[in-house]
């Protein structure tokens, strides 16, 4: 799947090709398979962990694709202040302080924690996949800080999110 462009992070990747080769296949999986996750609650989880970790790359380039399907940029800019303030859904809100709470202390996902998941709605193929895609951000986010990844000069912009 062509995005348009290659971002940093990639070009910075290259350098171990065998394992950028898995780890596209990995973010094409998470990101665009058959799930009971919209694209749009995906990239909405990318932007909460992005921000947990204070990862502002994967936040522009996440905000800039959730924006593809919310096409709100206030929303977006809220999202990124304090995903309280940016009018999610109960089934929304539960994923994104899912998404919080599991970046800023992976134990505290307990029982009760995937029962409250389960409650506003979600199965447990939601929570395995929105659970990957938490995992999978916080592991992109550090590579971004750890390798110094800059914003690209278009600012996350022009890519295909499709």
């Not at 990639?10 to 094409?28: F, Q």
């Not at 919209?38 to 924006?67: D, P």
Request: charged share 25%; aromatic share 8%.
């Amino acid at each position: 799947k062509s995005r348009g462009q290659v971002a940093e992070v990639l070009m910075l990747h290259s350098l171990s090709p065998a394992s950028l080769t898995n780890h596209l296949d990995l973010y094409m999986t998470l990101m665009f398979a058959k799930s009971p996750l919209k694209r749009k609650i995906r990239e909405m989880i990318a932007v909460v962990v992005s921000k947990a970790n204070n990862c502002e790359y994967c936040q522009v380039h996440h905000a800039e694709a959730l924006n593809n399907f919310w096409k709100d940029d206030d929303r977006i800019r809220r999202l990124r202040e304090d995903y309280h303030q940016a009018d999610l859904d109960e089934k929304e809100l539960v994923l994104a302080d899912h998404a919080w709470h599991m970046t800023r202390d992976p134990s505290y996902a307990t029982q009760q924690v995937i029962d409250t998941i389960k409650k506003a709605g979600w199965s447990d193929r939601a929570i395995l996949d929105a659970t990957m895609i938490i995992s999978y951000f916080n592991f992109v986010n550090r590579m971004v800080l750890g390798l110094g990844a800059n914003l690209e000069s278009h600012q996350g912009k022009g890519f295909e999110y499709d």
